[in-house]
């Protein structure tokens, strides 16, 4: 294992007590996402379902969307693709045990993207399995924004060549526009 892969790995157990920490300080922080939806756009937005303190996405999609489309993530493998959810409709449990829509395959425009550290840069640590890199690497068009806690902010991230860098974060104090660029 390299010295960055490395790095990555024990950020991340630091950053699932950092995210831990701040979910049960703010158990309202998808409805404060859902606040600063005006500063974002979408013609079919694409989020996730929250695991593990994530900060729930959801409120923030829909209030983006404005009744439109909202996409979810389905796993096959190392790939990730969405298709169309909407609240209520049923979901059956994929791959990680992470629920997944049954409707149609569809391209969203706009990714929020789940995380466990961020820069203001851009940079990104996720989970380990680089779906949502070989997404938006795969996509160049899709603007993709991370969806974090203000806490899991970091000065720094290592980073390698696969990482692709983020537009902007949202968080529950608001919308961070990244200086996107290695």
Same mark, same amino acid.
């Given at each position: ?11 991340? @157990?630091?950053?699932?007590?950092? !995210? ?10 998808? @409805?404060?996402?859902?606040?600063? &939806? ?10 996730? /379902?929250?695991? !593990?303190? @994530? ?28 298709? &169309? ?13 992470? =629920?997944?829509?049954?409707?149609? =395959?569809? =391209? ?12 203001? /840069? ?21 603007? &993709? ?21 983020? @537009? &902007?974060?949202?968080?529950? /104090? ?9």
């Amino acid at each position: 294992m390299n010295t960055v892969a490395r790095q990555k790995r024990t950020l991340r @157990e630091e950053l699932k007590a950092r !995210r831990s920490d701040a979910a049960r300080a703010a158990p309202a922080a998808g @409805e404060q996402l859902a606040a600063h &939806a005006l500063k974002l756009s979408g013609a079919c937005v694409a989020a996730y /379902r929250p695991i !593990r303190a @994530e900060i729930d996405p959801l409120p923030l999609a829909m209030t983006i969307a404005g009744g439109g489309p909202i996409a979810l993530p389905v796993t096959r493998g190392p790939h990730i693709f969405f298709r &169309a959810w909407k609240p209520g409709e049923p979901l059956v449990r994929g791959a990680f045990g992470i =629920e997944e829509p049954l409707g149609d =395959e569809v =391209e969203p425009d706009l990714v929020l993207v789940p995380l466990l550290g961020f820069t203001r /840069r851009g940079e990104r640590l996720g989970y380990g399995a680089g779906h949502y890199d070989r997404y938006l690497a795969a996509h160049p068009g899709v603007r &993709a924004v991370g969806v974090a806690f203000a806490a899991q902010e970091l000065t720094s991230l290592p980073t390698e060549p696969h990482d692709v860098f983020l @537009e &902007a974060i949202a968080t529950e /104090r608001g919308i961070i526009t990244c200086g996107v660029g290695r």
